[in-house]
DNA sequence: GCTTGTTATGCAACGAATTGCATAGCAGGA
DNA sequence: TCCTGCTATGCAATTCGTTGCATAACAAGC
């Protein structure tokens, strides 16, 4: 998997230029494919060079111009041939649950310490949950009415409502832990 | 975060050759931190080139000698030091919701292709949840036998089995969606 | 009038990760 | 006997990701 096939899926639903783009990914892609500007900017070009997209230069006054990607069939073909590819095997990195098992090597005081972080860092993410669920509300209320894309779009937004779920309650057990030591 | 503090962690846990870490994050730690033996014999040699980490060659017959590092004061408290840092957040890459998304831009039949894999790809993760139970079972029979090193690694356990039942939830859900389009 | 923030793009440098390949001996099965 | 797979380590090349910085114009608040 590359970053290339997340701007494609995300060019299809709205064309739009690399600044926008990179919001897209702070916000909503974001959630299950994080990207930077820079990498975006680049990885365009590559895709643009490879006729994946096509641009224009749009003239903005008094703003510098701006450059609107679309995909081109090319790439939507690109995008369908990895689609039917299987899928890979996620690269989890999950720092929190590192430090949960070196907290058995610090002493009282580097607990208390993580119990404080693990409690900041529930509160981030019940924060999240909020979002997805407001998000949920405003875009998708009611279901009878949604088209396939939003259909799908939504499917994917109640999994990260059931992640964010899954991770307060874990976050609970493991403070519920650290309290017990 | 990096590579370093996961090998740390599990170098405090039990001290060991570079083979035998790239053994162990393939099963344990490979839950919420993967790494692969180049990165790990790479590190390995930098952590050594710090002081962090020391080892002596082993000698075996019949196959080459074995390096087996384990974790020096100065290691451990850059570990500890580590620990004490706000946890970062996480860069989520969820392919498989890309895919979802991007289906909206495919056909019939690449829709059908996509459930076959996602069924294929929800019996992966049940046959991880059934390892994860299967090792609970084994590892942490009577909770209050356990050391403090073992309720920590119990908990992370916990919440990996907790990920897995709310991924083959919500794969359910997937499912039903493609199904109902 | 000054600072901060937002839209909009990009270069350059560095460090990290991945992929392919190589060595080397032994064990076990077809 | 040959092939595959496992233990055990490592080089080299390429790609990917991150960080810092730069430009440019405007809007809003102090």
């Known amino acids: 998997m590359a970053l290339e ?20 990914f702070e ?3 974001g959630r299950f494919w994080t990207a930077t500007h820079q990498q975006i900017y680049r990885v365009l ?29 090319l790439g939507r073909e690109t995008l369908v041939g990895w689609l039917r590819e299987p899928v890979q095997p996620e690269a989890v990195r999950h720092e929190l649950a590192v430090k949960i098992r070196g907290a058995a090597f610090d ?23 909020n979002r997805y669920l407001t998000g949920e509300k405003r ?21 990260g409502i059931a992640y964010e779920r899954m991770l307060l309650d874990w976050l609970d057990d493991v403070l519920d832990t650290l309290r017990q030591l």
């Open 5 to 24: 096939h997340a701007i494609l899926v995300s060019l299809l639903e709205q064309p739009g230029s690399g600044y926008e783009l990179a919001r897209r």
């Open 27 to 29: 916000r909503s892609i």
């Open 45 to 73: 070009k590559r895709m643009e060079s490879d006729g994946w997209v096509d641009s224009q230069e749009i003239g903005q006054d008094g703003r510098p111009d701006k450059r609107a990607y679309s995909v081109t069939p």
């Open 107 to 129: 002493d009282e005081a580097g607990r208390t310490a993580l119990i404080t972080e693990v409690v900041r860092y529930r509160a981030e993410h019940e924060a999240t949950l």
């Open 139 to 159: 875009d998708f209320p009611d279901e009878t009415e949604l088209d396939t894309g939003q259909r799908l779009q939504h499917v994917v937004l109640r999994g």
